[in-house]
């Protein structure tokens, strides 16, 4: 096989100089005979005895030979080592010209050459680009879609492969077909080949691939995809094609109007079969298979209008069928089960509603289920869900007569951050009453145990968000209970320096949080929070606060009622006189909002009376 290799492959230099076309159809027969036999081997000696320059000449719609060269092309481009040869060669133009032809078999082995080149290849892909070949193959799959004969539809199924290869991974490349209009294009073939197993896989894989750009969501949102997806997933009964399907269902299901038209086209039923089939499995496909559908059903309650289309008012089927994973043995169920009440608490009315039906005790009796050694997704999730469901103000004394607090707080010793944001986030929204005393903030502000862990949590610079909650919560304990003893308890656990430090956030909703808090710990103990005060510099603090241009007129108004507030105070009186706050008060008289004027004047007064 070797010699005969040689000597063809020496025959075909000579032929295709003089052109002589029976010898080069028998030269080019023995080539295919051998990457037949041994492709990489073949293709090693076709690049050593330089036979891949001779090919452009041999590249013309006119010849016998075309195909047969064209075939040659694809084959040796399987290897990846002759991919850049064959750009060098100078392959690419006269096989972008061939596109241009009406013979099929052409076209076929055409497509085949261009697209094994651009497999994985960034020459073969620019070279591609350069001499326009994509926008051709674009064309002909759009001419071409209609015809539903077998021969069109394997050259639908290799042009299709030809544009997976040029676009994988490369996302100028995926824009480029999507500006040529090739996703609707390709959503029809879908469904007008819905019987070619090769063709449909292909137009799913580059779905999977355009899907992905968020330029592609748009097209997608104005073709039947959701539809075509939905029809083409209740036909499959294999692991791998429900797959190929999910692969493509999760990133359209970011978009909110794709997610809408999901819904509509019936994928929740698809997917809630999906689960009852496989949640008692414990084979690794099955339980793969179970994830996937339960993650994908909780990315379709992300959007508000699918969302609530599926709640229909509490009484739905699919969300009803969403709760009974709560309190099942499965660990992913479980969770899918919390993130979805979790979504569905997004509006107060689904919240009040899920709240009166008993939901708050099944998220409890999940979370009991996961206190020691617990699982810290389905953790974090049933806290999310249960913070959710505690904003709605009249759902507050319900949840914590149901003993929510107390849940919560078994968590409190969880070293995992999620679970300790999460945790934090319900803790507040429990006790924040707008403006009402409440006696939860007393009890849980007087716990020591969390108001040590709130201080420690103060800390957590590698956490923000864990930093922010902790000192939001410490902030709102303090405001919700107006209790010397909270105050106290707060003092004594060293979180006075915390909410100096809150005052200075870059968000005015902390640092307004921040200076009520301080204003009450001053107006209920400042003896006892004197040292305090003075160590975390507080004075100084709100010098600057009230000097800062960019403080918003609610924050000076604050500054300006704590700086009264700490006038009892010796060493704090001091340090007020040594930074002139007069002179910063009286500038603020003219303030062009009238509180913040009216309280300078006040505030004026009362510091020339005590100077």
Not at 391 to 416: H, T
């Amino acid at each position: 096989m070797a010699d005969n290799l040689s000597e063809a492959l020496k025959m075909l230099k000579l032929s295709s100089a003089c052109s002589s076309n029976d010898s080069v159809e028998s030269c080019l027969d023995c080539l295919l005979k051998a990457l037949a036999h041994n492709n990489v081997e073949a293709s090693e000696k076709i690049l050593e005895m330089g036979v891949l320059p001779q090919l452009p000449a041999l590249l013309s719609s006119q010849s016998s030979c075309t195909p047969k060269v064209a075939n040659i092309i694809a084959e040796v481009a399987k290897n990846e080592f002759m991919r850049s040869p064959c750009v060098e060669a100078g392959l690419i133009p006269p096989l972008v010209q061939l596109l241009n032809c009406k013979d099929q078999e052409i076209l076929l082995q055409t497509g085949r050459a261009l697209g094994n080149i651009c497999y994985d290849s960034h020459e073969g892909r620019s070279a591609v680009d350069q001499a326009g070949g994509a926008q051709l193959v674009a064309d002909h799959i759009r001419a071409l879609a209609q015809n539903t004969d077998p021969p069109n539809g394997k050259l639908l199924t290799v042009f299709c492969g030809m544009l997976m290869n040029y676009s994988n991974d490369n996302d100028s490349l995926q824009a480029q077909l999507i500006n040529m209009g090739v996703i609707p294009t390709l959503v029809k073939l879908l469904g007008i080949h819905s019987q070619n197993t090769s063709l449909t896989e292909m137009c799913l894989i580059a779905f999977g691939n355009l899907a992905e750009l968020e330029s592609s969501k748009e097209q997608f949102a104005s073709t039947n995809i959701a539809e075509e997806l939905v029809r083409l997933f209740r036909k499959q009964v294999e692991h791998e094609k429900k797959e190929m399907i999910f692969e493509v269902l999760a990133p359209l299901a970011e978009n909110d109007v794709i997610k809408l038209q999901l819904v509509e086209a019936g994928l929740v039923e698809c997917l809630l079969e999906v689960v009852a089939q496989t949640m008692d499995s414990d084979r690794e496909e099955d339980m793969a298979q179970l994830k996937t559908a339960s993650d994908l059903m909780v990315l379709l309650l992300l959007g508000d209008e699918s969302m609530q289309k599926l709640f229909e008012g509490g009484k739905g089927s699919v969300f009803q069928r969403v709760l009974s994973w709560v309190p099942s043995n499965n660990h992913q169920l479980q969770l899918a089960g919390a993130l979805a009440i979790a979504n569905f608490a997004r509006n107060d009315g689904n919240c009040i509603h899920m709240v009166d039906t008993g939901i708050v005790q099944k998220l409890l009796e999940l979370l009991d289920r996961h206190v020691e050694e617990g699982n810290v997704t389905v953790q974090h999730a049933a806290l999310s869900a249960l913070r959710n469901l505690a904003i709605p103000v009249v759902n507050k004394s319900k949840m914590l007569s149901a003993g929510v607090s107390d849940v919560v707080l078994k968590f409190l010793q969880s070293e995992m951050p999620p679970v300790q944001f999460k945790l934090l986030g319900t803790l507040r929204m429990l006790i924040d009453t707008q403006g009402i005393k409440t006696d939860a903030a007393v009890q849980l502000g007087t716990n020591t145990k969390l108001v040590e862990r709130l201080v420690e949590w103060c800390e957590a610079k590698d956490h923000a968000g864990v930093m922010g909650e902790s000192n939001r919560l410490l902030s709102a304990l303090i405001r919700h209970s107006k209790s010397k003893d909270v105050v106290r308890t707060v003092i004594q656990g060293g979180g006075v320096k915390h909410l100096v430090s809150m005052a200075m956030s870059e968000h005015m909703i902390m640092q307004n949080e921040a200076l009520v808090a301080l204003g009450l710990i001053a107006a209920l103990d400042l003896g006892l929070a004197e040292k305090d005060f003075v160590g975390a510099n507080l004075v100084q603090v709100l010098h600057k606060l009230l000097t800062d241009e960019r403080s918003a007129p609610e924050i000076k108004y604050n500054s300006m009622i704590l700086i009264c507030a700490v006038m009892g105070s010796e060493p704090l009186h001091k340090e007020v006189q040594s930074l002139a706050f007069i002179d910063v008060v009286s500038k603020l008289r003219s303030h062009e909002n009238k509180t913040v004027a009216h309280q300078a004047s006040l505030t004026e007064q009362k510091l020339t009376a005590q100077s």
